[in-house]
């Protein structure tokens, strides 16, 4: 029962509860009329509906208030009432605002017990109801004569008046979640209103009307404009309701995979925001200068997507906006917040979901109450629910009949060995291959570039996606060896294509260092070469113009300038085209398939896309600080493949054959995401750190390191105190100590975490021993508790207990319908006794005597036997204790 | 108080509320049954089989029960309370104890009185949600099993059914329920 009642979107979604919101004053209104109508022949019924039982001045008063109005005639009142609602609304606020002492003090603290006392007034008045009516007759005569005493209430009765008025104030607040029918919910949001509106008005009368009616008028247009907020908020979320049909076809599986994507989405929309403001924006409006490569060299290698493109100039622009520094920073910050974000949503995710696990205590009760998915509308969905219901009771109950399957489980085990170590071999296997054909590439990089096809350009990236479209059906066919259940599959299969994509993944790290490496001997051999020729030309120049000053610098067009290999735009570029391909193989391959192939209807591959989706962002992560237009890029590669995988998972594929549930949110695809952040962290942090950023391209071109642009500006643009205080911190003798604390801290806490699980721990086992004990105690009562028996024997009420006979003979486990609260009270009852006595008696030898413990209910609506007199007190058996003996 | 105009409005806006929401989808149930105004005070109830063929409700095992336990009359058929009721329990936004509350009443197949704590989740009832799951594939013994492994698990107080509090203790540490 999956999301209890949680259907289907367009039914259910928060959108339409707002709207019920929304309807809900009106409604009342509405309904409120027929009210109305249904009682205008008594005339005191409206004013039995505002009155709580208990209080007699507070029905005085009211009548006092009533009575005017009832002249006033039926047809008034119906329009007034109409707004009555929104305005108590409105008074409600502002009365709150008003008395925040009062309500601060009981807040929180009071609600249950105000809740409590609400229901006991209504229920209270409902007995009293008939009494009422007769003295309001009474009242509202004479309450037409004092209405002058109206405004002179004392201050005791002022302050009772506002706690009332708190009181149902709360009752309003709260009504939506008590279990009431709507008509019951209704009147009380009547009544309660009423009462509001009108003792509210009471209270407010001293004061200047003038401001309470604009205060009122304010709150109300405040409060609406609230609730178109959310509503707009709600309607903001996007793709709710392609998700949500998906999920109604394919389970919550499917959807846990497209809430993930728009999470990505959002998480990708920010570092766009970042990117884009920070780095890309200042520099395209303040690079007139720079304009030329974008069309140099004939294709995008130096534009604004890679990191060639950014100028070296400390600051630009009228701001004095420090480029280098910022395109530094931001590098960096896209890891703090990618960070900060999954680790703040795995937080808050293992928060609301707590443990799930419980170590199956109530297997059979959730499977029996909670499997079901109220999400699935689509009756091939269902179906294939009821068959796997119906499998994993089977599974349970076989799992139960034995718990040890000897001659199946060595195989079982064999087999997931076996399972294990082919797909050990497919990984090394795919390894190798990338290794090898990096090394190759590498080669070929040595080769003029004219002479290798396209293929031979792009072999690496073509043989990675090649891999990534392999391995994972290969690994999924594997698996059908391992037999786990389907979620477990998932994630023995998620772990999988996730070590086939980091190995792949590194390898390809560990060969694109070496090329690197390669770049920038290359570089160094330009670099001189460069400065050589500059220092010729200056040479050449003072010799033939006879001018040491001012000299002006060379005039070489561009293009002809010999230019270093740039790394980082090669890293950019690398990233870019594996990004691109891997988009293509998504899109494309599957639309080939699909569409026009027309195979047999595919499950959607979730372990798969999941993995894709990481892999690529992890991609992203690593080539955003040498190719920022990454971001830009991979935001749209998810917009579409949001649409895309949408439509194409509605028209392509068909629901998985076991659905399976997937809590909504998923931490293992955070943990997954984490790792990725990680992993993809250290080769930046590592580029950063150590290699020289190239002398002619880029940011950071002329410094020795990249993160001399952060000393610099510490040192030129801030305050010396700040410098002094930076050169303090980044002492190894602050740093360490730092360090330690922090590796202290984290061992206290975790310390601490585990004082509380162990704590968890001991509850929940003295849980279960005080329930093992209560249900011994239950099923040994009648045997053992001799002396429990004796002593009611002897008890002088006995004749309120009745001969056991009648109930006896019936299986009161099939007594449905006799009278709980009186069964209740006396088995307590009993038990309580028995706590006492039951040790020590709990040998003795069974007594035929059964115990009487109830005293008599309604009958059973079955046959009932009879005869008074049943067989003897001894053979029946006890309602109590009900039902057959539980085994044990 | 206030003028006559504001009541037009208020009216308007009722009205177009009701059209473009749940009234709507009350009303699209049964076209020739639910009038569109109430001012004549109509007392509409639409039946159990029309409700349920709702697209939300086709495909689930429990619809009669669901339909039922809001119904008034406890026979299926829902007025626009009921009907608006059960929206409101059925959303997300609906906190979890009503919907355990609710979840019970569904499964207490002979439910009596509205909402009463003391209503048990007996073995019957128990067979009958097992059969509506499984569609009766399971042998009577295998029924009889897990039943009789649900109650003793859930039951705490060992009057061999499951009391409210029982199926709330139970539910609420459910991986899966309202997550």
Known sequence: MYLIYNMKYYVFNRFILKCIDNIFPIFSVDSKRRAKGRNKPKPAARGKKAKPADSVEESEEEEEEEAPRKRKGRKKKEESEEESEEEQRGRRKKAAGTKKKKAAAKDDSEEESEEEKGNKRRGGKKGANKKEKEEENNKEKKGNDDNSEDESMSEGEMARLKEDVEEKKKLIATLRNKPWRMKRRLKCLKEAQAFVEKFEGALGKGKGRRLYAFKVMMTKKIIKFNRDFENFKTACIPWESRIKEVESHFGSSVASYFIFLRWMYGLNLVLFGFVFGLVVIPEVRCDANLNFFCIFSGYCKYSIMFYGYYNYQRSIGLLQFRLPLSYLLVGLGIFGYSLMVVIRTMARNANEGGDGAEDGAFTFCWKLFTSWDFLIGNPETADNKFASTTTSFKESIVDEQENLKDENIHLQRFLRVLANLLILCCLGGSGYLIYYVVKRSQEFAKKDRNELSWLQKNEVEIVMSLLGLVCPPLFEVIAELENYHPRIALKWQLGRIFALFLGNLYTFLFALFDEVNAKLENEKEIKNETIWALKEYYANYTLYHNVTENIPPPNISPADVIRGPCWETEVGIVSFTVTFISVLSFTHICVCVFVFLQPSYAEFDISGNVLGLIFNQGMIWMGAFYAPGLVGVNVLRLLSSMYYQCWAVMACNVPHERVFKASRSNNFYMGLLLLVLFLSLMPVVYTIMTLPPSFDCGPFSGKDQMYDVIMETIEKDLPPFMADIFSYASNPGLIMPAVLLMVLAIYYLNAVSKAYQNANMDLKRKMQMQRDEEKNRRNNKDSTNQVMKDLEDLLPNKSLIPPPSAEETEKPADQLSKSPKVTGKPGAAATGKGVHVQKDVSLAAANPRAPVTRPPGPRPPGPLPGNARGPPPGQGMGRGRGGPPPRR | ?179
């Open chain 2, 1 to 179: 108080m206030r003028s006559d105009s504001q009541g037009d409005l208020r009216r308007t806006l009722s009205y177009f509320f009701l059209h473009c929401s749940l009234h709507g989808r009350y009303h699209e149930l049964a076209p020739h049954l639910v009038p569109m105004d109430y001012t004549n005070d109509p007392d509409v109830k639409i039946p159990l089989a029309l409700i349920v063929n709702m697209p939300e409700l086709k495909e689930n095992p429990f619809r009669n029960r669901i339909v039922e336990s809001f119904s008034e009359d406890g026979q299926g058929n829902l007025s626009f309370n009921d009907f608006v009721d059960m929206f409101s329990v059925l959303s997300e936004m609906a906190p979890r104890e009503l919907k355990a509350i609710f979840a019970f009443k569904i499964y207490v197949h002979s439910f009596r009185g509205y909402f009463n704590v003391d209503n048990y989740i007996c073995n019957e009832d128990l067979e009958k949600t097992l059969n509506k799951l499984t569609k009766e594939e399971l042998t009577p013994e295998e029924v009889n099993l897990v039943c009789e492994k649900a109650i003793e698990e859930a039951d705490l107080d060992g009057d061999n059914k499951l009391s409210f509090a029982d199926f709330e203790n139970m539910i609420s540490r459910a991986p899966d329920f309202l997550r």
